[in-house]
């Protein structure tokens, strides 16, 4: 076994007997513990795996235990701090009071100085009900009809603010008041109200006024003598319906039919004296022509262009290939007098030749000499799309073999057959 850093080297044998022990030790003897030379603990698939799973997706739990106890930690805390945040709330923004068990539920909280306005419905103090206007004649019963309370136990009020017992000696019990016992706003004697008295009385006539209003429009709407709406707002707006109708009765009857019948001709004109019938639909039918080809003009005049720069090109190409190809070539082609192909004799007359569309190459003399030809004339221009095919016919014949003779011969006698 190799030696590892920090262990102290053997000591040197003195003698070859020593050595041999030594050795001997060494082979025999373990030189670390028993505990270096275990065999390591064997780790199964199934324990990977489960060390894999870190959370168990149906029971909800963490594999490792500490975690587990420290999220169930966190997730009471956290839960504890929502509850009372939302009782908090709760108790911010609805009643202060169960309206169940009649408990404060800002029991536990700190209480509003006491004054000595305590038994009174103080402005300042947070649990005293708002006054209502409540009838005199709510209750009066010292108890509460549901539970069989006594109201210093069982009311919707603050403790502070609830009835008092009878028994605490606060006084007689409140009987029953009569109606005749209210406060009145109006004295039958004097016929008058004891506040206010014209105001009342002249918003009690406006009301009158109104509500009479009211019940004879909705029984008075149309005059049948007059043949007119009893409210002139309601018979202008009636007049104005009929003279739109009025000017709309020319077209309804053509309006009722078909489309494909609306947009005849026979409808805008007499198809036999071109007299127009219906001027406005005449000129609707023209606008709508004009506009149809104002549409398309654009593309009109772009193909248009398209076509004549398309002329132009193929005139030019022609030239060119024209140019491109030696007169030579036509030259071979007839100078045996017949075709190599299907031995077709060029001498006959009836045998087809194709005219050439080559110019023999012209030689220094004739060129530059006396009596050269004249240039041939420019090329014009063609129109669009109508671009005739420029003559390539040699002047003069020249060539004496073969198909050529034939060739030479026919512009001679066309000549002597035009003198």
Not at 256 to 275: A, C, M, N, W
Not at 297 to 316: G, P, Y
Request: charge should be neutral; aromatic fraction near 8%; hydrophobic fraction near 30%.
């Amino acid at each position: 076994m190799p030696r590892r850093e920090g262990d102290s080297a053997p000591p040197e044998a003195q003698s070859w007997g020593e050595a041999l022990q030594q050795y001997t030790m060494s082979k025999t003897t373990r030189a670390y513990p028993d505990e270096m030379y275990r065999k390591p603990a064997r780790v199964t698939n199934f324990e990977k795996k489960r060390e894999e799973t870190q959370y168990h997706p149906i029971l909800q739990t963490f594999t490792d235990s500490s975690r587990e106890s420290q999220a169930r930690q966190v997730e009471s805390s956290v839960q504890i701090q929502q509850i009372n945040k939302a009782r908090d709330r709760q108790v911010a923004t609805e009643s202060p009071f169960n309206i169940l068990t009649m408990t404060d539920k800002r029991q536990g909280l700190p209480q509003p100085r006491v004054t000595a306005s305590d038994g009174m419905m103080a402005p300042f103090n947070p649990n005293v009900e708002r006054p209502t206007f409540r009838h005199p004649l709510d209750s009066c019963y010292q108890y509460n009809i549901v539970s069989n309370l006594p109201l210093s136990q069982h009311h919707y009020t603050a403790p502070d603010l609830r009835p008092r017992d009878d028994a605490e000696g606060e006084g007689p019990k409140p009987r029953l008041q009569h109606v005749a016992g209210l406060p009145r706003d109006f004295d039958i004697l004097s016929n008058k109200y004891r506040e206010a008295h014209e105001d009342k009385v002249q918003l009690e006539r406006e009301f009158q006024r109104r509500q009479a209003a009211q019940k004879y429009w909705e029984t008075h709407d149309y005059d049948p003598l007059t043949l007119k709406y009893i409210h002139p707002a309601k018979e202008e707006a009636y007049l104005e319906q009929q003279r739109q109708q009025d000017a709309k009765q020319p077209m309804k009857q053509f309006n009722r039919l078909p489309p494909s019948l609306q947009k005849g001709e026979g409808f805008v004109y007499d198809i036999t004296t071109h007299v127009v019938k219906n001027k406005e639909l005449y000129d609707r039918k023209k606008a709508s022509e004009q506009q149809w080809f104002e549409s398309r003009a654009a593309s009109w005049k772009r193909n248009e262009e398209i076509r004549d720069r398309s002329a132009v090109r193929q005139q030019l190409d022609d030239a060119r290939a024209v140019n491109r190809a030696a007169h030579k070539r036509y030259v071979e082609k007839f100078q045996y007098g017949y075709d190599i192909v299907d031995h077709r004799d060029f001498r006959d007359p009836d045998t087809y030749m194709p005219p050439p569309r080559t110019r023999p190459q012209l030689s220094v003399w004739e060129a530059v000499g006396p009596n050269r030809p004249p240039p041939p004339p420019p090329p014009q221009p063609p129109p669009p799309m109508n671009a005739p095919l420029l003559s390539t016919i040699p002047p003069s014949g020249s060539i004496r073999t073969g198909g050529f003779q034939r060739a030479a011969a026919e512009p001679a006698a066309a000549e002597a057959a035009a003198d």
